[in-house]
């Protein structure tokens, strides 16, 4: 039952990272969902934006906060076609959040197991479980294919 809620939800990330393609950004997306519902969704947009901190995590976490007039997010699961990398995992580790799940792994950035695990850290004041691989094969397919297009 999970893994298809995963799925669902990851395959609306992806959608985001279309998205994201389609504006000239690196195609990651990413949704916030608290009971089952989406709060938040977005992409990259660090170029559009010439904003570094504009990755697709970041919106999202900016996003609902506004909505919900708060900075904290308990109770919600991120998900991300992309490892989240230092900036992004420290933001969602302060708002709070119960859980992230992300596609592909990101082999030069990515702290939630392949450079470092950064969620793994108990002596950091809050716990955030953290699932990789979800659809990682679509996932990592839409980066590679932007990447190509653009050699």
Do not use: W
Request: charged share 20%; aromatic share 6%; proline share 4%.
């Amino acid at each position: 039952m999970q893994v298809e809620i995963d799925h669902q939800f990851m395959q609306l990330a992806l959608d985001q990272a279309k998205l994201a393609a389609l504006a000239g950004e690196v195609p990651v997306g990413a949704v916030l969902v608290r009971d089952g519902q989406v709060i938040a969704s977005g992409f990259n947009q660090p170029i559009t934006n010439s904003d570094p901190s504009a990755h697709a995590e970041m919106m999202v976490l900016r996003g609902a906060a506004l909505l919900e007039k708060n900075y904290r997010l308990p109770g919600t699961t991120l998900y991300v076609t992309l490892e989240p990398c230092t900036m992004c995992a420290g933001a969602m580790l302060h708002a709070r959040l119960d859980r992230v799940v992300f596609g592909a792994t990101d082999p030069k950035t990515g702290v939630a197991g392949s450079v470092l695990n950064l969620f793994s850290e108990k002596q950091l004041n809050h716990q955030t479980q953290v699932e990789g691989g979800i659809m990682g094969e679509e996932c990592g397919q839409i980066l590679r294919d932007f990447f190509r297009e653009r050699r």
